[in-house]
């Protein structure tokens, strides 16, 4: 019987059909970046350009190109950008791929993934467990136990440890540096950190665990001591892109750098005019050297802005093209023109908050509703006049990813200090301030409680505290601070000392509570900021009594807001311009912009710094859509007789003036009472305007960044 041979020919994969008109739904710029071919690619994406629909575009390409969805590494900031990016790949490329295959996320989230499949070859098991914040900082508190520390040498609770080893991963800096640079305080005790860092590592590698930042940490080792293992992952990545990448740090630089490979095909979109979070060890080099880290590398731009008015475009590309360390553009408006933003200088803090509030409530009647206003300023503290009269006046607000200024527990502690000065019988009061002692806890303030009130009421609180009766509740760990807790209060309570409230705060300050926070939450919270401006506040009335009935009302308004049984439907937007990034508003305010304030005098030690500061204001400017307003007092208010003369900030002072103004200046007349009427919990006044559509569906529509 004859044999014959065939010879079986394997289909090869061919790439999709096209099927997506891109140059009918991009503009020429996005165009360009999404049509970028093979290599090293790096997308300036200015505010408000199209960011997201670029980079949701050059995925669905690289798809129609023939990359397979499991070629694609799409890592961002967050898992919702993530979604809503894969979602959109889906509409448009979802007919001929599975986009489901594809790898995205965030760094977390890949290192996750990608350490279940190869975390064997670091000694893990493919089930270890990921440990969330508070089981780490158990497993933290658990190590420093087994140290057996003196408790005389106060040492850092868990937490704070915690925080200083995950900035030393994520900088790729050793302990020792970070200690030195981040928190000198703790440098006697660097011996002592080091091996509570090593034994947290060897706990959780024994226990088959890893927390957020080993994520990171141990797909960095991975790729870079296992050569077969990067390999294999280089290959099967045939495109890595990456969101968001001025923000990247040290450590997620590096992972870009392993994951792309000798391929390099990597794509990088980021905005260098919005690296602002360097305070967070996000590395301004990854985005700003990239040509030089990868040479050769195309560069795209995205100036195409969809978001705010020419006017408003003009005065962000005139203050930021003051920056030298930048890849230069300029914005250009898709919209048409609106009115100039205005400058806005205030006799003092209070007229800056009426006029705010003001402004507030005539935009609110020209059919603007709250929800598309926001109040934006640099640090925390300097919204709490703007919170005072906001209260005041009914005016329903949300303080965004933060709570009002009244209700942090940092604040409360210092005003529960005053008000035990003031009124030795407040229970709640005196409970609060003695459970900061390090060794009371509930049951001891209770204790203490009643041995209080045991004594006779006309005895001074000095020398109730100091009874032997009082004494003898205090655990003997917290000895030494109760006696400074107790000559803390004999200083508030001498006579004089109510008719200066101001200085009452820097004395609770000065007298423990700024080492207690220094210890617990480290000096970049800016906690301290925030009560030396209650304490600029507070010196404004003549005496404590006063001063805590201002702040019982403020209270008073809180509460009932809380407890309202018809709640606002909408709220007016309080936020730092860091919280505010990625957000837009249609009218936009932003305070303080005097020396000291934006920029801070803290940040502004050498022209990098400058320049991030700078970059911040660019962001803040940049969120309103059609009105922006820009504020400043000329004076502090009245403390101890004398009125500080402000200077304002120097990204308004660099501004042009006259007629290449990019503002127009507002001279405020003197304001006596609201024009408008008081807000009832949100209601009471109906708009009578539409508000904006914003731009026209179509090829160019999208405001992301």
Not at 56 to 65: D, H, I, K, Q, S
Not at 72 to 84: D, G
Not at 121 to 149: H, Y
Not at 417 to 428: C, F, I, K, S, T
Request: a negative charge; hydrophobic letters at 40%; one cysteine or more.
């Amino acid at each position: 019987m004859a044999t014959r041979t065939y010879t079986l020919k394997v289909a090869q994969a061919k790439p999709p059909a096209l099927r997506i008109d891109y140059a009918a739904l991009l503009n020429e710029e996005q165009l360009r970046a999404v049509e970028a071919g093979e290599g090293p690619t790096l997308v300036i994406a200015g505010a408000g350009t199209g960011k997201t629909r670029t980079l949701t575009f050059r995925v669905a390409r690289l798809l129609e190109r023939g990359v397979p969805p499991e070629g694609i590494l799409l890592l961002t900031f967050t898992n919702k950008a993530a979604r809503e990016m894969t979602r959109r790949v889906e509409e448009l490329a979802g007919g001929f791929v599975d986009v489901r295959r594809i790898l995205g996320g965030t760094f977390h989230h890949a290192g996750h993934t990608l350490l279940r499949q190869f975390g064997q070859n670091l000694g893990f098991s493919q089930g270890f467990t990921v440990l969330d914040r508070e089981d780490a900082r158990d497993l933290m508190a658990s190590c420093v136990a087994e140290r057996k520390i003196s408790r005389e040498r106060r040492f850092p609770r868990a937490e704070v440890v915690l925080d200083v080893v995950s900035t030393a991963i994520n900088l790729q800096r050793s302990l020792v540096e970070v200690l030195v640079e981040e928190r000198p305080q703790l440098v006697p005790l660097a011996e002592e950190v080091l091996a509570v860092a090593l034994r947290f590592q060897q706990r959780k590698q024994q226990m088959n665990l890893m927390d957020f930042d080993d994520l990171l940490l141990h797909l960095k080792r991975l790729l870079a001591e296992h050569p077969a293992v990067r390999a294999q992952l280089v290959e099967r990545f045939q495109c890595v892109l990456v969101d968001e990448f001025q923000d990247t740090n040290r450590l997620q630089g590096d992972l870009v750098d392993l994951l792309a490979g000798e391929r390099k095909n990597l794509t990088v979109v980021g905005d260098d005019c919005q690296s602002i979070y360097s305070f967070r060890g996000a590395d301004f080099t990854n985005i700003i050297d990239f040509p030089q880290r990868y040479p050769g590398c195309g560069v795209y731009h995205l100036t195409r802005n969809y978001r705010s008015t020419p006017e408003i475009l003009q005065l962000a590309n005139t203050s930021i093209s003051l920056n030298q360390r930048q890849f230069p553009k300029q914005l250009t408006a898709a919209r048409a023109s609106g009115p100039k933003p205005v400058v806005v200088p205030t006799r003092d803090v209070d007229e800056q908050a009426a006029f705010i509030s003001q402004r507030v409530l005539e935009l609110r009647e020209e059919g603007v509703p709250l929800e598309e206003m926001a109040v934006l300023y640099r640090a925390h503290s300097h919204s709490m006049e703007l919170q005072l009269e906001l209260t005041r006046r009914g005016i329903p607000f949300r303080v965004r990813s933060g709570v009002r200024f009244f209700e942090q527990a940092h604040i409360k502690d210092v005003l529960a200090h005053l008000r035990l000065a003031h009124n030795p019988g407040d229970e709640l009061a005196f409970k609060r301030v003695v459970k900061l002692v390090s060794g009371v806890g509930q049951v001891t303030a209770e204790a203490l409680w009643a041995a209080l009130l045991a004594l006779p009421p006309e005895l001074p609180l000095k020398e109730r505290l100091s009874h032997p009766e009082v004494r003898r509740h205090v655990p003997r760990k917290a000895g030494t601070g109760f006696i400074r807790l107790s000559t803390l209060m004999a200083r508030l309570t001498r006579e004089e000392a109510a008719r200066t409230p101001g200085q009452l705060i820097e004395d609770v300050l000065s007298g423990g509570y700024g080492e207690y926070l220094r210890e617990e939450f480290g000096t970049e919270e800016r906690r301290e900021d925030d009560l030396r401006q209650l304490a600029e506040y507070a010196g404004r009335f003549e005496d404590l009594p006063r001063f805590l009935s201002e702040i019982a009302l403020v209270s008073e308004f809180s509460a009932e807001d809380a407890t309202s049984v018809e709640a606002p439907d909408e709220f007016l937007t309080l936020s730092t311009v860091h919280q505010a990034k990625g957000l837009e508003w249609r009218a936009v305010f932003v305070i303080w912009l005097v020396e000291g304030r934006f920029p801070l005098v803290t940040a502004i030690r050498n022209p990098e710094e400058e320049e991030e500061e700078r970059r911040l204001f660019y962001v803040a400017v940049t969120r309103a859509r059609d009105e922006l307003a820009l504020t400043y007092p000329l004076t502090t208010n009245p403390q101890d007789g004398a009125r500080v003369i402000l200077h304002q900030s120097r990204f308004v002072e660099e501004l042009p003036v006259g007629e290449d103004a990019p503002y127009d200046r507002l001279i405020l007349e003197a304001m006596e009472t609201p024009v408008l009427p008081r807000l009832e919990g949100g209601r009471g006044l109906q708009g009578g305007g539409e508000p904006s559509k914003g731009p026209p569906a179509g090829p160019e529509s999208g405001s992301e960044e």
